[in-house]
């Protein structure tokens, strides 16, 4: 069931009856899902698919990533905005992160793996891989269940065909004494779903809908994962589906680390003729990830905004 309580997040649980296709529990959860990501933008998934053997793993291998030399973490490097290496500066001086291209694909993981350590390191890779197709697969389920609700599942075939993923890698160090706690600034995600996971350590804060109240992600269960939406998504939905602002503040006193799978479509999006109608007329052209994330990217003061209305909204 979808948690009432308005200073929460919601939490819906992934696992045994409520993901068998056709049930009555199957519907309700999607019902819920829908309801959550319109009202909130995002939701507390627990998903069982992922064990907390693999929980504790994964955590293990990527700790030494952020040790190795400036110069072998700068190999992980991209042409395309925040797809590569974040070195720890202005704005953000707490965070250091890497980003794994189609980390589902064990070629790509073993790419990446060599550009770290050239000479290989085998439990990192397939623990990292592991992680990254189960959590591709949490993506796709809930994908699935949203389609469904919304009922444009003869959609999902293609949508899912041209979906690629981008797992970014965080850590965000203790601030000194007196310095900013800001871990991550606030902004949306440009992406059509996130997959969100953490070590023990909170941080991520999610704003409600009215922009009134900052909402903490405090799950202890180490098979909760934050499950959210991007901008994407908001137009594909023709402006129903929310793509909350999050932020990160660093509380603790130890270091916090996670991890963060991000799909993104290859193929033109657009919003289904399904969701046209009097009450709810097109509210979005047609545009793709790419010419998106440039427009992003051209001005640093859209980080904290909402841009697509702006970049491809239709002027009523």
Same mark, same amino acid.
């Given at each position: 069931?979808?948690?009432?309580?308005?200073?929460?997040?919601?939490?819906?649980?992934?696992?045994?009856?409520?993901?068998?296709?056709?049930?009555?529990?199957?519907?309700?959860?999607?019902?819920?899902?829908?309801?959550?990501?319109?009202?909130?933008?995002?939701?507390?998934?627990?998903?069982?698919?992922?064990?907390?053997?693999?929980?504790?793993?994964?955590?293990?291998?990527?700790?030494?990533?952020?040790?190795?030399?400036?110069?072998?973490?700068?190999?992980?490097?991209?042409?395309?905005?925040?797809?590569?290496?974040?070195?720890?500066?202005?704005?953000?001086?707490?965070?250091?992160?890497?980003?794994?291209?189609?980390?589902?694909?064990?070629?790509?993981?073993?790419?990446?793996?060599?550009?770290?350590?050239?000479?290989?390191?085998?439990?990192?890779?397939?623990?990292?891989?592991?992680?990254?197709?189960?959590?591709?697969?949490?993506?796709?389920?809930?994908?699935?269940?949203?389609?469904?609700?919304?009922?444009?599942?003869?959609?999902?075939?293609?949508?899912?065909?041209?979906?690629?993923?981008?797992?970014?890698?965080?850590?965000? &160090? @203790?601030?000194? $004494?007196? #310095?900013?706690?800001?871990?991550? %600034?606030?902004?949306?995600?440009?992406?059509?779903? /996130? =997959?969100?996971?953490?070590?023990?350590?909170?941080?991520?804060?999610?704003?409600?809908?009215?922009?009134?109240?900052?909402?903490?992600?405090?799950?202890?269960?180490?098979?909760?994962?934050?499950?959210?939406?991007?901008?994407?998504?908001?137009?594909?939905?023709?402006?129903?589906?929310?793509?909350?602002?999050? &932020? @990160?503040?660093? $509380?603790? #006193?130890?270091?916090?680390?996670? %991890?963060?799978?991000?799909?993104?479509?290859?193929? /033109? =999006?657009?919003?289904?003729?399904?969701?046209?109608?009097?009450?709810?007329?097109?509210?979005?052209?047609?545009?793709?990830?790419?010419?998106?994330?440039?427009?992003?990217?051209?001005?640093?003061?859209?980080?904290?905004?909402?841009?697509?209305?702006?970049?491809?909204?239709?002027?009523?």
């Amino acid at each position: 069931m979808v948690s009432e309580t308005p200073s929460k997040l919601p939490t819906i649980e992934l696992g045994g009856e409520n993901t068998k296709t056709g049930t009555n529990q199957w519907k309700t959860t999607c019902k819920n899902i829908r309801k959550a990501m319109e009202e909130f933008g995002c939701f507390i998934a627990i998903y069982d698919k992922v064990s907390i053997d693999l929980h504790n793993k994964v955590f293990k291998v990527i700790e030494p990533m952020f040790d190795l030399p400036e110069e072998v973490k700068a190999r992980n490097w991209s042409n395309l905005p925040y797809h590569g290496y974040y070195k720890p500066g202005y704005p953000m001086p707490l965070l250091d992160s890497f980003g794994v291209e189609n980390a589902p694909s064990f070629d790509m993981t073993v790419k990446f793996t060599t550009l770290l350590w050239p000479h290989g390191n085998p439990q990192f890779c397939e623990t990292l891989h592991e992680y990254a197709k189960k959590t591709s697969e949490l993506e796709q389920l809930v994908t699935r269940m949203i389609f469904e609700s919304y009922g444009v599942e003869k959609y999902l075939e293609s949508h899912l065909k041209s979906t690629s993923y981008l797992l970014r890698i965080a850590k965000y &160090r @203790v601030p000194y $004494k007196d #310095e900013d706690n800001l871990g991550a %600034l606030g902004h949306t995600d440009k992406n059509f779903v /996130t =997959i969100l996971h953490q070590n023990d350590i909170h941080g991520l804060e999610v704003l409600t809908k009215d922009g009134q109240h900052w909402l903490s992600y405090d799950h202890s269960s180490p098979q909760s994962f934050v499950v959210m939406a991007g901008e994407p998504f908001l137009a594909w939905s023709n402006n129903r589906i929310h793509a909350p602002i999050h &932020r @990160v503040i660093m $509380k603790g #006193e130890k270091p916090r680390y996670s %991890l963060a799978l991000f799909s993104t479509s290859k193929d /033109t =999006i657009e919003t289904p003729k399904e969701l046209v109608d009097d009450d709810h007329p097109l509210q979005f052209k047609p545009f793709d990830y790419m010419g998106l994330l440039g427009f992003y990217t051209e001005d640093v003061t859209r980080m904290g905004v909402c841009t697509i209305k702006d970049y491809c909204g239709v002027q009523n």
